[in-house]
């Protein structure tokens, strides 16, 4: 499976846009969503969309590497609170900065708490006081 073209990927597909956003090599049209669908990238809603698997955004969307720019280091080394809407907009607001929210999450950077707000973990506070500046995740790994 090759993505021709991220940007027909969305919450609610249809087939033109499967067949807009993928291609399989040497397959045919009835057989490219039915492989997306046996392979988890893709599951069938009602009787005519398809929605992608969280397999399928970090496939198309979370970066190998994420460098923290300095506005964004500022914003989270002055917040030790801030709602998941405020991050996603700080890391640009799309489907690629929903992904490396919910990575930063999976991996401990960023907490719930009790108030249902977000907070930074001792593991991100480490991180930005060392002054690191690059995130490194394995392609494909799933949230």
């Known amino acids: 499976m090759e993505i021709r073209n991220k940007n027909f990927i969305c ?54 590497t994420l460098i923290v720019e300095e506005h964004q280091r500022r914003y989270l080394s002055n917040n030790a609170y801030f709602y998941r809407v405020d991050v996603i907009t700080l890391f640009g607001g799309d489907l690629r900065a929903e992904q490396i929210v919910k990575k930063l999450i999976k991996d401990g950077y960023i907490l719930m708490d009790d108030s249902k707000r977000y907070r930074k973990s001792t593991h991100l506070e480490d991180f930005l006081g060392d002054g690191e500046d690059t995130f490194h995740w394995e392609k494909g790994e799933t949230t």
């Open 11 to 64: 919450k609610k597909m249809q087939l033109k846009d499967i067949t807009a956003a993928f291609e399989i090599k040497g397959k045919t049209f009835d057989y490219l969503y039915s492989t997306l669908i046996e392979d988890d990238y893709l599951r069938k809603v009602g009787d005519r969309y398809f929605t992608p698997t969280e397999k399928l955004l970090n496939e198309a969307f979370l970066p190998k």
